[in-house]
């Protein structure tokens, strides 16, 4: 058995994204195999309640980091702090490579790590010319250094070994098997489930960064009869973006964070189209999230998509405003609407299933362990 350490992530129970969603799942599974796991947490009160530096969740140790920084800085001071806290004879598991020059110090003191290299960070639109001189150089040295590269979809896996001349191992993101069947929901509460019923909203879930294409998506409901209200989801008052997305368009309903799973997911599966603008990145966890919830998906035209969706069985796809307002006007008839969902159902059992997926990370842990020994 490994001993464990977690790294890159900024705390579980998740309440923020794709990676802490993975080590929600996976941390509690290797501790159930029977290693010895450590996950770092930023020390955010709302988890953190008894201001402890540690604690156990779910038999993992959480290990709470207090920075004094704030925004990139406080990032990287974060991340050194965790970095320099894993002791000799463990192995580590880094998620994202935003400071992978720190990785130099595991590799000094012989800790073997995997790397999940997450999407090509330096291209999202939100990052200036400093910022994407810092990331290319942190992408670089963490395909450098780390003993196994993970890649989480076919284009991540094709760019590591084209432009960084690496290998890497392909492993995704994951949906439960009973996401696939919810069950009765009629117990679920939420005011968002008493305003709206079954197929009489657009919905959109999403992190307010222009990569998102959430302003073509709004754009394209201005465009549209707009004849059903549009929903999107997310904490729009973090950035200048999110604002003055709100200020511009007072006829969509921002209605905030939705952190309960079951609810969320009910609110995929109710809404009329699911609308998912991303279009930097690799298998991106909503929209596998989403495609197991039964929505019904309008996707960003890019290959990463194409590839998670298995093609257009499985949804529409759109590149501007014009086609997707057409969309939101002209959805599916019903049977085409049946077909889709359980095409895009299918899709995530032959490929993201979690227990495959957690199936594959304990293979990158038993490699690791052969590093040590």
């Known amino acids: 058995m490994a001993t464990v350490y977690l790294i890159g992530v900024r705390g579980i129970p998740n309440r923020y994204g794709g990676f802490e969603r993975l080590v929600e799942v996976l941390a509690p599974h290797l501790a159930s195999q029977g290693h010895d796991v450590t996950v770092f947490c930023n020390d955010d009160p709302a988890v953190n309640r008894g201001g402890v530096d540690e604690d156990l969740w779910m038999g993992v140790r959480r290990r709470f980091i207090p920075v004094r920084s704030g925004g990139p800085l406080g990032t990287i001071e974060y991340d050194w702090r965790s970095f320099k806290e894993v002791p000799s004879g463990a192995v580590a598991l880094i998620f994202g490579y935003g400071t992978g020059i720190f990785q130099r110090y595991l590799k000094l003191r012989g800790i073997p790590h995997a790397v999940n290299m997450d999407g090509i960070e330096w291209r999202r639109e939100k990052w200036g010319r400093l910022a994407r001189i810092w990331l290319r150089m942190n992408e670089r040295a963490a395909a450098r250094r780390a003993d196994i590269l993970i890649a989480d979809h076919p284009e991540i896996q094709r760019y590591l070994q084209d432009e960084l001349g690496k290998d890497s191992t392909m492993i995704a993101y994951g949906v439960d098997d009973d996401a696939l069947e919810p069950g009765d929901r009629s117990s679920l509460s939420h005011p968002l489930l008493d305003q709206y019923p079954d197929q009489s909203f657009s919905l959109v879930v999403a992190r307010p960064e222009p990569e998102n294409q959430i302003h073509v998506t709004l754009d394209a409901f201005e465009r549209s009869s707009k004849k059903y209200p549009m929903v999107v989801l997310g904490n729009f008052e973090i950035n200048d973006y999110g604002r003055q ?61 194409r590839w998670v969706m298995g093609g257009n069985a499985s949804g529409l796809f759109f590149t501007g405003a014009e086609d997707l307002a057409a969309h939101l006007d002209n959805p599916p008839a019903p049977e085409v609407r049946a077909k889709m969902i359980a095409a895009a159902r299918q899709r995530c059992v032959e490929q993201f299933l979690w227990r495959r997926i957690l199936d594959e990370y304990d293979d990158v842990v038993a490699r690791l362990l052969k590093a040590i020994r």
Do not use: C, Q, W
Request: no cysteine.
């Open 245 to 305: 997305l709100r200020a511009k368009h007072p006829d969509v309903h921002f209605a905030g964070g939705v952190y309960n799973a079951p609810v969320l997911n009910e609110l995929r599966r109710r809404s009329s189209l699911y609308i998912h603008g991303h279009s930097v990145g690799g298998t991106n966890p909503s929209l596998i999230e989403a495609m197991a919830a039964g929505a019904l998906l309008v996707a960003h035209e890019n290959p990463f998509n």
